[in-house]
């Protein structure tokens, strides 16, 4: 590949959000997911394999950086559902099988789709935070005004 472009991905991926970073994550497993499914058909064991362990040590990744503090139940929801996850790319990888494949796709996609809405429902959130501080600067500054005439 281009050193400018491996240094514009490295540039981008150093600089994103946590957020950006989780959906680039995603789309990361479900493209190695793809090609997985690409090579099977292709009957080419070796890339399947590969591709699908891609998407294991992103999903597993998913798990180690888990933050059980905030949400408990949550967390441990999703650190079950990524471990199932694990156990059908297994499956799918012993057996040479896209049905698993196919099954963890639609979920990571739907999930990376709840991610991203409630991303934007966060950012929304802290826009109309920051707007309410802003107003209320904007009062205490006029009332503060008034006092010195």
Do not use: C
């Not at 040590?57 to 888990?66: L, T, Y």
Request: no cysteine; hydrophobic share 35%.
């Amino acid at each position: 590949m281009n050193q400018y472009i491996q240094q514009y991905q490295k540039s981008s991926i150093e600089t994103a959000s946590r957020e950006k970073i989780l959906i680039m994550l995603y789309d990361g497993a479900i493209q190695f997911l793809n090609k997985a499914k690409i090579a099977l058909k292709n009957n080419n064991i070796e890339e399947s394999h590969n591709n699908i362990m891609g998407a294991e040590n992103i999903i597993q990744e998913f798990i180690n950086s888990m933050d059980r503090e905030v949400a408990p139940q949550l967390a441990e929801n999703l650190i079950s559902l990524y471990e199932y996850f694990l156990r059908r790319l297994t499956q799918a990888n012993m057996k040479k099988d896209a049905e698993p494949i196919d099954e963890v796709l639609k979920y990571l996609k739907g999930l990376k789709e709840t991610w991203e809405k409630a991303i934007i429902l966060a950012q929304k959130e802290q826009m109309a935070a920051a707007n309410h501080n802003d107003d209320e600067e904007e009062y205490y500054d006029y009332e503060e005004e008034e006092d010195e005439e």
